[in-house]
């Protein structure tokens, strides 16, 4: 599927780049901070997933989320967090501002793809979707 | 001016409660030392009149009587003459006497008079002196000769002219007018000071009623001003405390209420001090809290970014994802990636008890089957029984309670218990699970069969930083912060833990969490 990873850490997109379409065998473009996001959202086909990391500077992961899903070419899209452990509360708040899961920071790159596959399953995605692209 | 007076009027309001005592019981004592006296002043009057009626009472009842007394003597002297008969000379006598008794009583009252001032009309006193003028001149002429006169046995008559001169006495007549003009002036002063007391008692009536009524008024307008007053501030102060209470601690009473140095008005001003100060206290722990759970946050960022990518890098290495590598380069590999998991493991721990230090832990409670979670953490700790040839065995409870839990808090305290049963325990022994349900609680029991815990250690089990000495399995790791994690979380959710352990048999941990007995999910709900 075609995936948008956001996230500001240039090793972790590395890794996450690597695991999502060589392990994964995703077509992922990537963002490097929640402002390019929205850019690169408005601008390109729609996406199947977007990856948001929450920790960022500027325009955080909450606020980006927000306003993916204020306009309307972006706001069907389905995001998923990636966020370090200690902020677990924060990502009840996040799934009511419209994400369908998170994943937990460090990840396994090897299970990435499945985890994800994982949670848009059980959010009614379907399968043709989740097929690497 | 009208401002002015509308000013002052509200002023009023503004009185305080030792102020409108003072002007209340100044009125009430002017009242109270007024009235009274002049009650008391007009009562006297009244007595001294009472008195004063007596004594005229009885000068008219010796008037009357003198009166009386004279006419008939006067009667009898001329029976007498006319038939000759003495024996109506006794009758003479007796009423001669009768009139110089009442004479005497009332000229005794009038001198007792004196002492009262009372004889207020000189004619009275000149009449009385005049009568006793008269009579003493008539007796003495008139009626004492006739009396004494030896009349010989043998009626003579006397003759007409004698009888004409006792009819036309001249003493008599006068006797006789002064005496009824005495008698008409006593009553008619009776008569008069009558109706005057009958005024002066109404009039006391109506002073004791009018004190009253004022002193009620009085009253009234008292107690009326403090309602008014009192009671408005009273709930206004009363809204204040209830809106402190529901958490809005910038409420502030007016400042018109709080102004005026009145008892309520001083009390509305510590209240609004109070809340001041309360709102600041507040404001800086809920800063001092922000801090301490962003510091915490911010940590958590720093240290994880690298090692996800630590982690990541190498997962991928080793996944062979991104070139064939030798054997003995993805042996030293897989050493830094467990390393790699270790250290993840340690910094996730101590960000626990940093969180929990900082009372920064927060749980995610939901209602949850806790019978998913446990399967869970069974699963999750699976691969790591296998290993070591371990057999978990759970023994779940029908029907299985719904909690309220944060999931992911209550399987990491889970997996962390079993992975310590198999930890401590000898490869291909068993571990049981069991959920054990009470009037109140659920109870999870983890029994191993393995080293257990000497007496002396498992008392301090719980502490950070505590690892059993001296133990074989030293080199299978551990920070020593797992199980004061798992106590924190397990109190934090209501509940309790603890350990019961025999060397040499096993360990059996139990932790308790609260539940209210009735909420639960039954077989046939999980089926359907």
């Not at chain 2, 002017?30 to 002043?41: H, M, Q």
Request: proline fraction near 4%.
């Amino acid at each position: 599927m075609k995936i948008l990873l956001v996230e500001d850490d240039s090793s972790i997109r590395a890794v996450a780049l690597v695991s999502l379409s060589r392990v994964g065998g995703h077509d992922v473009t990537i963002a490097e901070n929640g402002r390019e996001a929205l850019k690169i959202a408005e601008t390109s086909e729609p996406f199947d997933l977007i990856l948001l990391d929450v920790m960022m500077p500027e325009l955080d992961g909450f606020e980006t989320c927000k306003r993916l899903k204020l306009s309307a070419k972006t706001s069907d899209t389905p995001v998923v967090f990636l966020t370090a452990k200690a902020q677990v509360y924060e990502i009840r708040q996040g799934i009511s501002l419209g994400a369908i899961g998170y994943i937990i920071k460090p990840f396994n790159p090897m299970t990435l793809s499945t985890e994800i596959e994982k949670i848009m399953k059980s959010h009614g995605a379907s399968p043709d979707v989740l097929q690497p692209a | 001016m009208s401002y002015n007076l509308r000013n002052r009027l509200q002023g009023v309001q503004y009185l305080s409660i030792r102020n409108r005592l003072l002007i209340a019981s100044l009125i009430l004592s002017v009242l109270a030392s007024y009235g009274p006296n002049w009650i008391i002043g007009h009562i006297q009057v009244l007595t001294e009149r009472q008195g004063k009626s007596v004594h005229r009472r009885e000068q008219l009842a010796s008037a009357s009587l003198i009166l009386k007394s004279i006419n008939h003597c006067h009667s009898e002297m001329i029976a007498y003459a006319v038939s000759g008969n003495s024996s109506w000379l006794s009758q003479i006598k007796i009423s001669l006497d009768s009139a110089q008794r009442a004479l005497k009583a009332l000229h005794f009252n009038l001198h007792a008079d004196k002492q009262i001032l009372l004889f207020d009309e000189p004619e009275s006193r000149e009449n009385v002196e005049i009568i006793s003028r008269e009579f003493a001149a008539w007796q003495d002429r008139l009626v004492i000769p006739l009396i004494k006169s030896s009349v010989p046995l043998k009626m003579q008559p006397y003759s007409s002219s004698f009888i004409k001169s006792i009819l036309e006495d001249s003493n008599f007549n006068e006797l006789n007018f002064h005496l009824l003009r005495l008698t008409e002036n006593l009553e008619r002063s009776h008569r008069a000071s009558d109706e005057a007391s009958i005024r002066a008692t109404k009039r006391i009536r109506y002073v004791v009623l009018g004190s009253a009524l004022t002193f009620m008024i009085a009253l009234s307008l008292f107690m009326l001003s403090l309602w008014f007053s009192l009671i408005p501030r009273l709930n206004s102060l009363l809204i204040a405390a209830q809106e402190i209470k529901s958490g809005n601690l910038s409420y502030r009473l007016p400042t018109m209420e709080v102004s005026g140095g009145t008892e309520i008005s001083t009390l509305g001003k510590a209240f609004n001090e109070m809340a001041s100060s309360l709102q600041e206290k507040n404001e800086k722990l809920l800063e001092l809290n922000k801090v301490k759970t962003d510091f915490v946050s911010t940590v958590s960022h720093e240290l994880r970014t690298p090692l996800t990518a630590i982690k990541g890098s190498l997962g991928l290495i080793l996944g062979g994802v991104i070139a064939p590598i030798p054997v003995e380069v993805k042996q030293m590999l897989e050493i830094t990636a467990k390393n790699t998991d270790r250290l993840i493991r340690l910094i996730n721990d101590v960000l626990d008890v940093a969180k929990i230090e900082a009372g920064a832990m927060r749980l995610n409670l939901d209602k949850f089957n806790i019978d998913f979670i446990i399967r869970d953490a069974i699963e999750a700790i699976q691969p790591y029984a296998n290993a070591h040839k371990i057999e978990i065995q759970y023994h779940t409870a029908n029907p299985s309670p719904l909690l309220v839990v944060d999931p992911d808090r209550l399987e990491q305290v889970l997996v962390n218990l079993l992975s310590n049963a198999i930890k401590f325990s000898q490869d291909e022994s068993k571990v049981n699970v069991l959920l054990k349900l009470h009037a109140d609680n659920v109870a999870i029991h983890i029994i191993d069969e393995g080293i257990g815990i000497p007496h002396q250690e498992a008392t301090q089990l719980f502490q950070k930083f505590r690892r059993v000495q001296n133990r074989p399995y030293q080199d299978r790791g551990g920070t020593g912060l797992g199980l004061a994690i798992c106590k924190a979380l397990v109190e934090e959710h209501g509940g309790q833990i603890s350990v019961s352990s025999e060397p040499g048999k096993g360990s059996e941990f139990i932790f308790t969490l609260p539940w209210n007995g009735i909420d639960i999910q039954s077989q046939s709900e999980l089926a359907a």
